[in-house]
T-cell receptor
Framework: AQSVTQPDIHITVSEGASLELRCNYS??????LFWYVQSPGQGLQLLLK??????LVQGIKGFEAEFKRSQSSFNLRKPSVHWSDAAEYFC?????????????FGGGTRVLVKP | DAGVIQSPRHEVTEMGQEVTLRCKPI?????LFWYRQTMMRGLELLIY????????DSGMPEDRFSAKMPNASFSTLKIQPSEPRDSAVYFC?????????????FGPGTRLTVT
């Protein structure tokens, strides 16, 4: 069965500081991995995705994520956080397995940005 | 592209009433997903369709919930009768199964309040 764990429910970071959000997954085949962001009152927006190739992927809004197969992780990073990055972030896994094109989402990490 | 369109954006109804939520997926997408989001349970997949056919409805909480996709550009999620515990934000998402990329694009959601 596929699953995603985001160990941190809340993270508080100062504006301008770096941010790293953790994501661990379990998937029986080659995983496709995603990070989504949800601002208050909004739907989920795709930040970036990993299918294959370079394990460091760049996304929108200055975010990047690194796929580490040996650790079953896909952590999201941003070098310098802006106040507008305050939101909830979701990691998701899917792929060409028995689950079809269904995605499994983690529980989310809520990011608060201090001035 | 207009993105995924959901209506209404907000719905307030009384317990026992029928509620119908609507979704128009992105043109050309052939997979459609209905999710429910609450503080307590997070993001839950209710049902998804491929080429207008329901593939997995194991997430539908009970028989009061039903979903249809009569054509490639329209889907409904109906709750009859509604109960206060159905209060949540309901999201529709679509993806292109044929592209093999699996990323889902979310609508803005419908915030349902059942009193």
């Amino acid at each position: 069965a596929q699953s995603v764990t985001q160990p941190d429910i809340h993270i508080t970071v100062s504006e301008g500081a770096s941010l790293e959000l953790r994501c661990n997954y379990s998937y029986g085949a080659t995983p496709y991995l995603f990070w989504y962001v949800q601002s208050p009152g909004q739907g989920l927006q795709l930040l970036l995705k990993y299918f294959s190739g370079d394990t460091l992927v760049q996304g929108i809004k200055g975010f990047e994520a690194e796929f580490k197969r040996s650790q079953s992780s896909f952590n999201l990073r941003k070098p310098s956080v802006h106040w507008s990055d305050a939101a909830e972030y979701f990691c998701a896994v899917g792929g060409a397995g028995a689950a079809g094109n269904k995605l499994t989402f983690g529980g989310g990490t809520r990011v608060l940005v201090k001035p | 592209d207009a993105g995924v369109i959901q209506s209404p954006r907000h719905e307030v109804t009384e317990m026992g009433q029928e509620v119908t939520l609507r979704c128009k997926p992105i043109s050309g997408h052939n997979s459609l997903f209905w999710y429910r989001q609450t503080m307590m349970r997070g993001l839950e997949l209710l049902i998804y369709f491929n080429n207008n056919v329901p593939i997995d409805d194991s997430g539908m909480p009970e028989d009061r919930f039903s979903a249809k996709m009569p054509n490639a550009s329209f889907s409904t999620l109906k709750i009859q009768p509604s109960e206060p515990r159905d209060s949540a934000v309901y999201f529709c998402a679509s993806s292109s199964r044929d592209s093999g990329s699996y990323e889902q694009y979310f609508g803005p959601g419908t915030r349902l309040t059942v009193t």
